[in-house]
């Protein structure tokens, strides 16, 4: 409804004179006339209509300075829109250069020196003012709902694109809180409906203009690279165009809501609820917003950088969690991952729903202080929750990044996905609304009449008031009007203007002694007085959307005031008894017993409520720091560190292949985990991956564990179990002599050397391995490491025994025997020597000296014997001459041996 109407009535002037206003006796009347066209008199002909002079009309109506206002209202909101984004860019890069200050290093490459005295080129120097320039306005645009678009190509190697969508609360926020204080001074308040719709739509206009020719104009522009093409980067789009119209003309219309209701009480009462309802969600954001700024910059400066830009985003995803709402990821290539209060977001989050509990029950008390003792409706059990679901909608666009790439090639790939607020969160905070007008309808009627009057008058004052129809008084049948005196109605003329006698309040307006609220809680009536609310005083109001009579011109103190007894029989237009205030007797005063019971109630009440939210965040905390994943991730990592494979064992799933999984083996090993320190960690669902560092060797290393849930006990307790051990698989392999080989580490047998290796999963550390063999094969002992650089990979060589080395020798020593025991040349294939070639008949041999053996076995299995001393062999025989000679040699030995069903054999 307008708050000052365009025309007022006219007093009756002294001694019977008419006013300008008010026709005298015998007079043609003036007819009424809208706010700005031309006074016409009744006895005159009505000129005819033109189109054109309708719109002339209707645009003298609007004066320059309401049109002005239209316009600087948008200038005014994209300029703060703009100082804000790009204040809140200069922090950020600010922040990040101070943070990376002490690793400056040279420049080198083909940047420009600006040492050497050259000036820049002409395209690097655009390049760097669009992006000065342009980074604020593409902000503002996606303020506005736009989305920013990325896209280029590289040769042959193809094309991709990309685009983000995030309203930076923070930036719309400056945006609509100016436009509205900028309407607010400069608007004038005699507008109608129609003029501030029109005025509205140019604000609108206004603001999508310069919000869009802005980020095209400064679309943020890259130097040009041989073999790549980038495309300007802008935020300019349909959602920008629709969304900043929508944005300015919006925040023209939140100057003054109060004139779209217009005589409508239900479109009042609807805005009315709305008010209570953003104004509980401004404080709570306003209020995290505090909360995170204080927590980053001194318990957590490295997120500092972030917050210039995305203050508001946290702060409106933290209030969201508040009404038990949920926040996380979606598409990606992953499946969805919501946190909420109750697992995820962590126990502090708890507090945030401590202050939405309090503000909530605050929001409630408002809510009926607005509607003062006004009858309520089935309707309003579903306007409170829809206005907060209406509310948490909104919460969910500021709350939600949504982001989309493609990339063309031999093949194209795409995706998209996005992080916020969870879909289902509107539905929660329409429950909440619903709650509230629990409070609003019997909580309400409890507390606020002990509150005490100043109380309920600031909040009026904060929240207003809602209308209420009233039916209007008849008159009965008596003489003829004189002059001045007031007429049968015959038409509606407009309501007086504000501050004089019977003029309507507007929601909100300051009231004083006569208070409406004040007085309807507060001041109880005599016992015998059931005057309806409010009490009558010289300075009463009639309620919202009363209408004068038609030519009635009250006198001064002659105008009833509002809700006083309808005279001649007339009914109020609602009979239905209030709850509390002027139309229903005041409460009896309490006795001592009765105030005594009320008040232990409501300690009692509190300390329940107190209780309940302390278990809440106590079950929390302790879900997530003692019964949650991340402890027994570090249980488990420190039963490792200590050698208590047992522990570790009983906090996981030990797989099959886990022989090394075993305390005495892990007792053996040295180098084990220290400093263990568990990261972030993930969790969907039942199931969990947390990453972890720690200390090895003296160096740095990292993994991950998963885990799962496996169970839930006292209904909070949970029970997680590691799923994927903190182990690195080992793998050893040997040859086929040492199949069936038994493998130890620390002393005890693990296992058998089967099909040429053997696995296991190890902890981290440094094992000694040992592979046992057969009588003449040992695999030995081998070092082996899990988790540092090594892959856990250790190939066992066979090597020869005692045995074997003797069991050679000996093949070797009976071999050179028997050779020299053969007289037939003939028949020395395979000995050492070769015997005299010039012998007409036998030989006889005689081993003066034994050579020096080396015994040496190959992967295979072969064993080699040499020489590593030669030996002498002398020989005595008969030439084909007939002389009797005797001679001597040296041989040496390089004999190949292997093994068949456990003794030694020659190879060939």
Known sequence: MSENPPNQPVPPQPGGQPGSGQPGPGQPAWQQQQPGGPQQWSGQPAPAAQPSDAFGRFVRSVSGRDWLAAVLAAVGGWVAAYVVAGLSLLITVGLLASGGSGSAAPSTGSGTDLRTGSAPDVESLLSGVSVLLGAPAQLVALADLGRLHLSGSIGFLGSGSGSLAVVPALVLAAQVVLAVVLTRRIRTRGLGRTQVLVTAAVSGLVTTVLTNVAAALFAIRFPSVSGAV???????????????????????????????????????????????????????????????????????????????????????????????????????????????????????????????????????????????????????????????????????????????????????????????????????????????????????????????????????RLVGADPRPVA????????????????????????????????????????????PAAAAWNTPPAADQHAPYPPAGPAQEPAYGVQSISGAQPVSGSQPPYGAQPTYGAQPAYGSQPFIGGGAPAPAPMSPRAKKILVRSLIAGGAVIVVVIAGAVTTSVLRANVWGPAPTVKSYVQAIASGDANTAADLSEVPDDAAMLDSKVLGSATDRPSDIRVGRVARTGDTAIATLSYTQDGKNRSGQVSLRRTGTSFL???????????????????????????????????????????????????????????????????????????????????KGTKALEQDAEQYVSDLIDDCAEKTELRALSGCPWYGPYDADGGVQYDVTSMPELQVEASRAGTVMVTSTKDGSVSYDYTSYLGDEKRGEDSFSVNQYLKVEDGKLVSAY
């Open 716 to 798: 909070v307790k949970d029970e997680w179990r590691v799923t994927q051990p903190l182990a690195q698989q080992v793998t050893l392999t040997a040859s086929d002599v040492l199949e069936g080989a038994p493998v130890t580490v620390g002393g005890k047998e693990i296992g058998k050397i089967s099909d040429g290796r053997f696995t296991s999963l190890a902890y981290p550390g440094s094992y000694q391995v040992s592979v046992g063999g057969t009588k003449y094969f040992t695999g030995g002992t081998e070092k082996v490491t899990v988790g540092a650089v090594s892959s856990g990979y250790v190939d066992f060589a066979p």
């Open 472 to 515: 209007p008084p008849a008159f009965p049948a008596g003489p003829a009007a004189g002059p001045g005196a007031p007429v049968a109605p015959t038409a509606t003329v407009d309501p007086p203007a504000p501050g004089a006698p019977g003029a309507p309040v507007a929601p909100g307006a300051p009231v004083t002694a006569d208070a």
């Open 230 to 460: 980038i495309e300007p980067v802008h935020a300019v789009g349909v959602g920008s165009i629709l969304g900043a119209f929508v944005i300015g003309a919006l925040a023209a219309l939140l100057a003054r809501p109060s004139v779209l209701a217009g005589g409508n009480v239900f479109a009042a009462r609807l805005l009315g609820t709305l008010r209570v309802a953003a104004s509980q969600l401004t404080v709570l954001v306003v209020l995290v917003a505090l909360v995170v700024l204080v927590v980053a910059v001194i318990a957590q400066p490295s997120y500092g950088s972030a917050l210039p830009l995305l203050l508001g985003n946290v702060a409106v995803g933290l209030t969201a969690l508040g009404f038990f709402g949920g926040v996380g990821t979606s598409g990606f290539g992953s499946a969805s991952d919501t946190a909420s209060v109750f697992g995820g977001a962590g126990g502090w989050t708890w507090l945030v729903v401590l202050f939405v509990v309090v503000t909530s029950v605050a929001a409630g008390l408002a809510l009926a202080v607005r509607r003062n003792d006004r009858v309520r409706t089935t309707l309003d059990w579903v306007v409170t929750p829809l206005v907060w679901f209406a509310l948490g909608l909104l919460f969910f666009v500021l709350g939600t990044g949504v982001a989309s790439y493609q990339v063309s090639s031999t093949s194209s790939v795409d995706g998209s996905g996005s992080i916020g607020i969870a879909p289902w969160t509107p539905i929660v905070f329409a429950l909440w609304g619903g709650a509230i007008e629990v409070v609003a309808r019997y909580l309400a009627p409890v507390l606020l009449p002990r509150l005490g009057r100043a109380v309920v008058l600031r909040t009026s």
